[in-house]
């Protein structure tokens, strides 16, 4: 089975330990390729080879770093067939989307942010005949960055890409459960010309590897994705020892579909925001909150098209849900299923793991499921499942609508779907979200503001947020 290897001072490398464990492709159920079993003395050398190409890279020209960064964008799209094939295998999702999404936003954020350096300025603030002070933007040192699994090259290079252009060098860790595109992205690197150890990739276990990311005393800054409880220890372990930290979390997004909304553009976005990727984007809507007026209507036909969505091979172009990422995470989502039941839900359709056949009969397959009659504020409707399963909810004023959209401890993203401009401005100004979309879902614009509030996390990524984060402000003041 191919062996996959860390990417380390410009090389390719085995894990110190030799050791490996398996890499599983969730629609198949059996190991492919081998993942390095990384430990602490694989990051001390990534870190001492990050550390040691700071100078060097940080004292590069922008243009000369943006040029690379450039060189690697190029490079993912000349192989796009290639990685999207890899993101598909690895992740279970749907290889058209992995085409037509994961693959071209990971080439954009290298584009943007290779393009973006080259417009950063800092400020300059004059006390007259006295005095100016100007704001210099320093790089930091070396960067840890850490990702998750839903979309694997799409969200890692999100936080390389601005990093690396801001003039750091990273020390980073692809979740180890979809590892395959970021090996890809070494190789791409090597033959980019990207100077060795200014990009570092450490496979590994994120309790194992990942750990020592975070406790290296020379890695002053993290940016991490991921589930909240692990951005809870995080941040934890990272505070005493006075990191910056960048937290992308979970969420429970609600979705607020009043009666006066484009019913049809609504219904169709609505089945893309819950299923889209298996409903495994951070960014998916969950719980659907349905004015009264329009709550049957919406239910029969939501329902009859969720019923419609076709679940299977991932590289069938007609396929809209693939496999879910894991056998544990599938389990996972399947006892919420019965946890709804419980709560006094009623399945609508789904609930099930979809049973394909063939070579695909071990695979993790699940049913896109919707349920009702559960309240806000049972455990259904205030925990992420991060799967293909949506409740849904009718409310009557928009009072009512706001307070259970702003109920749990999350706070992400949001959708509303109104015609009425006045109430599509103050809902958006008063739900407690980082993101809000009207009449719209993930229309992104990578200069805009990305990040959620309470426990969905800690900063903003995107355009010039992602700058600042990864450099350090110094005023610099020069009387006349
Ligand atoms: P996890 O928190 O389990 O893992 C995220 C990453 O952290 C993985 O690379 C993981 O490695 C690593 N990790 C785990 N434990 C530690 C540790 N102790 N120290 C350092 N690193 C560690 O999240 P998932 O991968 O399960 O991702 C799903 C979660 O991500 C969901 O909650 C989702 O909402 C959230 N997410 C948030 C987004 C946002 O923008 N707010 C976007 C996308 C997802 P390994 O996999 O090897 O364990």
């Keep these: 089975m191919e062996k996959l290897q860390n990417y380390i001072n410009g090389e390719l490398v085995p894990p110190h330990s030799n050791e490996y464990f398996e890499n599983i492709e969730p629609a198949i159920g059996k190991p492919y390729s081998l993942i390095p079993d990384s430990d602490e003395s694989d990051v001390l050398e990534a870190t001492k080879a ?39 295998r690895d992740n279970g999702k749907p290889l058209k ?38 704001t210099l933007r320093q790089p930091i040192g070396v960067a840890g ?58 496979h590994g276990l994120g309790p194992k590897a990942g750990a020592a990311i975070i406790e290296h005393p ?23 020892k006075f990191k910056k930290l960048s937290l992308e979390l979970g969420g429970k997004n609600p979705n607020l579909i009043f009666a006066d909304c484009d019913f049809d553009e609504m219904m169709k976005t609505t089945l893309r925001s819950s299923f889209s990727n ?28 969720v019923k419609a969505l076709k679940v299977g091979d991932p590289s069938n172009p007609d396929t809209n849900l693939g496999a879910v990422v894991s056998k544990p995470h599938m389990e996972k989502v399947l006892s919420y299923v019965e946890l709804a039941k419980e709560e006094g839900g009623t399945v609508l359709c789904g609930g099930n793991r979809a049973i394909i056949g063939g070579k695909f009969s071990d695979g993790y397959f699940l049913e896109p499921t919707v349920i009702e009659g559960l309240s806000y504020d049972c455990r259904t409707n205030q925990e992420e499942i991060f799967g293909p399963v949506v409740t849904i909810m009718p409310f009557d004023t928009e009072e009512e609508a706001l307070a259970i959209a702003n109920s749990t401890k999350y706070g992400l993203a949001s959708t509303i779907w109104t015609s009425d401009l006045k109430r599509a401005h103050r809902v958006a100004r008063d739900l407690h979200t980082g993101i809000a979309w009207i009449n719209c879902w993930l229309l992104r614009d990578l200069r805009t503001p990305f990040g959620g509030v309470k426990e969905s996390g800690v900063g903003r990524e995107g355009g010039f947020e992602a700058f600042q984060f990864f450099t350090e402000p110094k005023n610099v003041c020069i009387r006349y």
């Design 50 to 88: 990050a550390k040691a190409a700071f100078p060097i890279w940080s004292k590069m020209s922008v243009d000369q770093r943006s040029e690379i960064l450039l060189r690697i964008a190029e490079l993912i799209g000349e192989n796009l067939d290639e990685l999207a094939a890899a993101e598909s």
């Design 97 to 134: 989307l992995a085409k037509t999404v994961d693959i071209p936003r990971a080439q954009a954020n290298f584009h943007f942010y290779g393009t973006g350096i080259l417009h950063f300025a800092s400020e300059s603030h004059s006390m007259g005949n006295l005095a100016i002070n100007y």
């Design 145 to 202: 960055c850490i990702s998750p699994w839903n979309l694997p090259l799409y969200l890692f290079s999100w936080k390389i890409a601005p990093a690396l252009a801001s003039g750091n060098t990273v020390v980073a860790k692809p979740s180890e459960i979809t590892p395959y595109t970021s090996y890809l992205l070494s190789k791409i690197c090597i033959e980019a010309g990207l100077p060795k150890g200014v990009l570092n990739i450490v």
């Design 218 to 240: 020379d890695i002053p800054m993290i940016s991490f994705t991921g589930g909240t409880a692990t951005g809870e220890w995080i941040a934890r372990t990272a505070a005493p």
């Design 278 to 305: 298996q409903g495994q984007i951070c960014l998916c809507g969950s719980r659907i909150m349905i004015e009264r007026s329009i709550y049957d209507r919406f239910k029969t036909e939501f329902v009859e098209r």
